[in-house]
């Protein structure tokens, strides 16, 4: 009883540190009993002492017999707690003594509350209550000398043969743990975890071992604490920067994306494939997603350079350009400023003899199937006509202007199918009326009907949802179906007869059919040569004040309409408001100024006064301010001013319009129709080599003159390129100038900054309690900050 007495009395003074009472206690009693376990848990003296790091006192116990290889009841040996705890000299001397280093615990859990409970009764219950709790069943004393970041004894357990790929029962090796317990701030804690990396990875440790809980690898936890030498370090030994996680499906590259850490993320996309750069989460997102909703503008632009696309969609539909236009300051500038990077010149020389600039459209013209969708993108975004103007810039308007280029040909001969069936619908309905011969206009228009309908229909069924809104689908489409029902009619009425005299009777229904297929198709007509670019602008002046102009009316339609019964009831005798559609043509004709005064104000003595004459006269008048003076002055003021504040948004509109109609043309034309195998190779080939325009190009200046390189660029877009250019170049000159000037004080301040951050972390974890030795670290401090300065 003595002697268990003195064994917990032993153990007490261990743990709380009291070593000359504990030696004490082994001078006064020389017996072994105090060597043996205690408690439930079955702890030895031995395990405190490596736990609380006492050398001295531990080689004492063995010399007196004690078995350092013994383990409590879980499976702790004293190797494991010296690695724990972090006590390198107690760590490399049991090695030295063969301690097992592959001892690994036993149970999933241990509650030092439960071990009391059971032991409260007993004189030991206090015993090894301090002591570590395992988390998890089947770790050997490296996982927790990496777990807690003591890379000394790490370095010391892999030096002496533990097995670095050693799994716990959840799969977990020790490179998962690396990093758990440390502070990314902590400068100290940071270099120890980038050793702890060397020293696994140059074991040959597994590097794409998952965490069994979390799903990711050990460089997903590198790239969250930001520390780019252990990702590096991890990459360079096959280390896969792509890996998903399990259940979000995040990379190393999103990790690095959305902390915003730079040079991280530079690293892994050095080892990344760049059409790989836009891998997705989850939910769709891909890194430059990430780095958007965060405002890490540098991350961004590093992401785009590399090629990510600025039009990828998350599953909801969200588009990069959104993400950038919603989270990052100035996204026009931000965009601008990217853009602007994109025209640079070659050789940087000078604007002059000789001198070339390379274009490049990666930014607009991703490796998706269509190029125009960035673009798209960027309209979609833009929410005022301030962020608008950016369709302005050099590179979107020359994107345009080439894309352009190579699809006006399926325009063109769109346009010339349809001015086919415009001019033999015309001439149709003149020799019809004139009873001239028309079996072969007759058979030219029913093919040119045919294959208008077809060529409409094959284009719903394509994009319905673009072209069931078209206005101009309908015109074109109803226009061809009146046509063809109409020259259907008359080649029957031909048959019924069967006469060779061309005096048919023609049914007043089908010179209607005629007569609102030819406006329709007239009108069309103009729609399409509006989308020519040198005449888009006034196509857009038109529709603009056709728009404003019909809000206006809408407005005040219940006036007219007042007006126009009124007039029925005071003018009933006048066969021009005999009805209420009458009424409504008449006064519509009356609010341009036509008002017929004498007709309906007859000025004749011989004939009775006119019914009403004074209400009548009233009202006219009224109609007369109201809505000849006060409404169509209206409309005209509002026309003319959008007409003025298109002149000001004239060119940016102009953009706006060819923008969309070329993404049309090209969604178009990327249909798996044109891909299949029922046409001839040759035609799907032209219909590619239409439709995807070079992603670089070179332009010229020869003899200080612009010379338009390429087809269908103005000068003056060219000249803006080089201008752009020569910007770029002085810029890029300017920054390598003050680079060169810093670079001559950047090493000394680093390592002075290096320094003082290495004091100050030791004066926070050291704390010396004696007034002198803080005394001389401030002295350094002031030192190293006088030397700084």
């Given amino acids: 009883m003595e002697d268990n007495q003195n064994r917990v009395k032993l153990m007490l003074a261990i743990a709380n540190d009291e070593i000359e009472k504990a030696l004490e206690i082994l001078d006064k009693d020389n017996s072994k009993d105090l060597l043996e376990p205690i408690g439930l848990l079955r702890i030895t003296v031995v395990h405190l002492v490596a736990w609380k790091g006492h050398l001295n006192l531990l080689k004492q116990l063995y010399e007196r017999g004690a078995n350092i290889n013994t383990s409590d009841k879980i499976g702790r040996s004293a190797l494991f707690y010296a690695a724990h705890a972090g006590h390198l000299e107690v760590t490399q001397w049991l090695i030295k003594r063969n301690s097992f280093k592959e001892s690994r615990i036993g149970i999933d859990s241990c509650s030092n509350h439960h071990f009391q409970i059971q032991s409260r009764n007993n004189a030991d219950y206090l015993v090894g209550q301090d002591l570590p709790v395992p988390e998890c069943c089947g770790r050997t004393p490296l996982h927790q000398a990496v777990r807690n ?63 069994s809980n979390t799903g990711l690898t050990a460089l997903h936890h590198a790239t969250r604490l930001g520390s780019p030498e252990a990702v590096k370090r991890l990459l360079d030994e096959d280390a896969w920067p792509l890996f998903q996680c399990v259940d979000s499906k995040i990379t190393p590259l999103h990790v690095a994306a959305s902390d915003g850490n730079l ?107 269509l190029q125009t969708n960035v673009i798209i993108a960027l309209i979609a975004a833009i929410s005022n006509d301030e962020q608008l103007a950016i369709l302005q810039h050099p590179l979107i308007e020359t994107f345009l202007c080439l894309k352009w280029a190579k699809l006006r040909f399926f325009f063109f001969l769109f346009v010339v199918l349809y001015a086919f069936f415009v001019l033999s619908l015309s001439i149709f309905a003149i020799n019809l009326l004139r009873k ?47 046509s063809f029902m109409a020259c259907m009619i008359v080649s029957n009425l031909r048959l019924i007869i069967n006469t060779k005299d061309e005096k048919i ?50 407005a005040f339609i219940c006036m007219v309409f007042g007006f126009a019964l009124s007039f029925t009831v005071l003018f009933y005798e006048n066969e021009q408001f005999h009805d209420c559609w009458r009424a409504i043509v008449k006064t519509t004709v009356m609010m341009m100024g036509e008002y017929d005064y004498e007709s309906l104000f007859p000025n004749d003595t011989k004939s009775d006064k006119s019914f009403l004459e004074f209400t009548s006269r009233v009202i006219f008048l009224g109609f007369v301010i109201l809505v000849s003076m006060v409404l169509m002055n209206l409309m005209i003021g509002l026309a003319v001013n959008d007409i003025q504040g298109l ?143």
Avoid at 454 to 472: A, V
Avoid at 519 to 535: D, H, N, Q, S
């Fill in 436 to 482: 001239y011969n028309i079996f072969l206009l007759q058979i030219i228009l029913i093919w040119c009907s045919a294959i208008l309908l077809l060529y409409n229909g094959t284009q719903i069924l394509m994009l319905p949802r673009h072209y069931m809104k078209q206005f101009e689908t309908w015109l074109s489409i109803i226009s061809a179906a009146l």
């Fill in 263 to 369: 040079e991280v993320l530079i690293i892994l996309l050095q080892k990344i494939r760049r059409e790989h750069v836009d891998i997705r989460d989850e939910i769709g997102q891909t890194a430059l997603h990430r780095a958007c909703y965060k405002g890490h503008r540098e991350c961004a632009r590093v992401l785009i350079d590399y090629g990510s696309d600025l039009s990828a969609k998350t599953k909801s539909g969200v588009t990069v350009i959104d993400t950038v236009f919603a989270h990052i300051k100035s996204p026009t500038s931000f965009l601008t400023d990217i853009m602007d990077s994109y025209v640079q010149l070659i050789g940087h020389k000078n604007i002059g003899k000789d001198a070339r600039i390379s274009v490049d459209f990666g930014i607009l013209a991703p490796r998706s199937e």
């Fill in 149 to 211: 970041n003591h890379s000394d004894v790490v370095k010391t357990l892999v030096k002496a043969g533990s097995n670095v790929n050693a799994q716990d029962e959840r799969g977990n090796t020790a490179l998962l743990l690396a990093g758990h317990n440390v502070n990314s701030n902590d400068v100290i804690e940071m270099s120890k975890f980038v050793e702890i990396i060397d020293v696994l990875v140059s074991a040959k440790a597994l590097t794409n071992v998952v965490d």
């Fill in 647 to 789: 002149q000001k948004m004239g060119h940016i509109r102009q953009l706006l319009k060819q923008a969309e109609f070329v993404a049309h043309l090209e969604k178009l034309t990327s249909h798996q129709i044109f891909k299949s195998n029922f046409l001839h190779s040759w035609f799907r080939k032209i219909v590619d080599s239409k439709r995807v325009m070079p992603t670089k190009i070179v332009l010229h200046c020869r003899d200080n003159n612009l010379c338009e390189s390429c087809r269908g660029m103005s000068v003056k877009l060219i000249e803006s390129l080089f201008l752009l250019a020569s910007k770029n170049n002085q810029q890029n000159e300017s920054n390598l100038i003050g680079f060169k000037s810093r670079y001559t004080d950047t090493n000394v301040m680093s390592s002075l900054i290096n320094l003082q951050e290495q004091v100050h972390q030791l004066q926070k974890l050291l704390n010396p309690p004696i007034s002198k030795k803080r005394s001389k670290l401030r002295g350094k401090r002031t030192m190293c900050k006088k030397m700084s300065i």
């Fill in 505 to 554: 009777p023609i049914p007043e229904f089908v010179l209607h059919f005629i007569s609102i297929a030819i406006l329709l198709a007239w009108i069309r007509m103009m729609l399409l040569m509006g989308r020519f670019p040198i005449w888009g602008y006034y196509a857009l002046m038109f529709s603009t004040v056709l728009s404003n102009m019909l809000k206006v009316l809408l």
